[in-house]
């Protein structure tokens, strides 16, 4: 997921009131591995990325 697409999840999340530990639960990782994530400082395995943008785009 490219700097962009990861700034309009971030925003679409925080627009939708979905939390990190949410996110985290449903993909099987821990809220601070979102939170790096979203601010760019790890990456996820594309199955993640994923499961990270369903999830944004279902709720």
Do not use: W
């Not at 821990?30 to 790096?36: C, D, E, V």
């Not at 994530?37 to 943008?53: A, H």
């Amino acid at each position: 997921m490219n700097e962009e697409m990861r700034e309009q999840y971030l925003l679409i999340r925080r627009r939708k009131k979905i939390k990190h530990i949410d996110i985290a639960k449903y993909i099987g990782c821990t809220q601070a591995m979102i939170s790096y994530f979203e601010l760019g400082k790890r990456s996820m395995s594309p199955d993640k990325v994923d499961m990270y943008k369903e999830f944004i785009d279902a709720k």
